[in-house]
């Protein structure tokens, strides 16, 4: 069994985290706790009995399931979320005092993800800039994880259909992935869901403006950034304006008390949306446009009708977007006739991931998936030494 040697002693240790249970064609589900069993056991009972069954055959043969998968997907495709970048030194919501916690106080808000709404960013939008300033530097310090450099392994490869990433950090381009970009780099192998940390982006034309220290030097004090291209093609527009307005006041002066126009600005909302914003998709998301293009859909639904393997990645599920795009998969893997025959594996320490999956979905009565109980820095190596002997086999 190579596989087996290819993750090495530790291995053997580890096999409690790997306790499985149903693989292929039933329900993989962990259940350790007594609690976590009895929810589980009313949300499935009309899957009871599969679910029963599959539980039988429980060693650690979800990593072996995976492992054996992978050796032979030529196509795979991953999704990663921030289990993905947890060892790179990047804050989270569940790091104590850290960036997030932070604001939290200091914007005196209830929930933090509130940072992460339009709402939040359109009503007290220098604030919520400042916040992701602040992001920006920690993204300065922060260390791609194995994880990104197994996943750029497996684009070296030639295993890799492509990646989708939900993290912002843009640590895939640290381990040398290339972005991809509907018009500029069509076939780039990461493709950033919700955006990049590192620029910014003009909600009106769409322009991009790479983040550097006095950038983000002056969002953190507060000042706004102006789009370079758009005040040049508004004041084109302002001055052709500005001579019908004046015509009209000209025939309109006896009647009208007007007003003089500011110099800057016509009105308060061409004032804003001139201003650059961080290219970061946020909840509600009223410019999302700007951050994804509809063009992702696509080319997600090509590149899974392509897949042989797919592997979500430290996504804990807990956002509706993650659970919208398994859901997506799966409809598109139906519609190809392929969800019998493309696995699907979650890969996560925490049992919650694929809970909250199953939370998220009315018919679970097709649902196939390997749950590796592991971190990604773990796992996805193993991946690569799998790719790696069938390449020297070869
Ligand atoms: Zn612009």
């Known amino acids: 069994m190579e596989e087996q040697g290819a993750y090495g002693l530790r291995k053997r240790r580890r096999a409690q985290r790997y306790v499985s249970h149903s693989i292929f064609n039933t329900y993989a589900i962990n259940c350790h706790n007594t609690r976590q069993t009895n929810k589980l056991i009313v949300l499935l009972r009309p899957y009871l009995t599969k679910w029963h069954s599959g539980r039988e ?17 030529q196509n795979i495709v991953v ?119 590192h620029h910014l982006v003009c909600a009106e034309c769409f322009t991009t403006k790479p983040v550097d220290r006095s950038i983000a030097e002056q969002l953190g004090q507060m000042q706004p950034i102006p789009c370079p291209v758009c005040p040049l093609e508004n004041k084109k527009k302002k001055e052709e304006e500005q001579e019908q307005e004046d015509q009209r006041r000209e025939q309109e002066e006896d009647r009208d008390n007007h007003q003089e126009p500011m110099n800057n600005d016509n009105n308060s909302s061409s004032s804003t949306n001139n201003m650059m914003r961080f ?91 390997i749950e590796v109980l592991a971190p990604s820095d773990e796992v996805l190596p193993a991946l690569i030494n799998i790719g790696s002997k069938e390449q020297t086999k070869e």
């Open 79 to 197: 999704f990663s979320g921030s289990g993905l970048s947890a060892s790179s030194g990047m804050s989270t919501f569940s790091t104590k005092g850290g960036l997030y916690e932070k604001a939290q106080k200091l914007h005196k808000l209830t929930d933090g993800k509130q940072l992460f709404t339009y709402q939040f960013f359109d009503r007290r939008r220098s604030e919520a800039t400042a916040f992701f300033a602040d992001i920006w530097k920690e993204a300065q310090h922060a260390k791609p994880a194995p994880g990104h450099t197994a996943i750029a392994s497996l684009a070296s490869h030639g295993k890799l259909r492509r990646h989708y990433t939900l993290n912002i950090d843009g640590l895939s381009s640290a381990v040398g992935m290339d972005t991809w970009h509907h018009e500029t780099n069509p076939d780039g192998t990461t493709v950033e869901m919700h955006g990049n940390i």
């Open 57 to 73: 055959s429980s060693e650690d043969n979800s990593l072996d399931t995976l492992l054996a998968a992978a050796q032979n997907a």
């Open 279 to 369: 290219k970061v998709m946020l909840y509600e998301d009223a410019e999302s446009d700007c951050i994804t293009p509809d063009e992702v859909l696509d080319l997600l639904e090509e590149d899974v009708q392509a897949a042989d393997l797919i592997l979500w990645v430290g996504i804990s599920f807990e956002q509706s977007a993650s659970t919208a795009y398994f859901r997506r998969v799966r409809h598109t893997l139906a519609e190809a006739g392929k969800l019998d025959s493309v696995p699907q594996a979650v890969i996560n320490p925490s049992e919650d991931a694929l809970w909250n999956i199953l939370t998220s979905m009315s018919n679970l009565s097709t649902l196939r998936v």
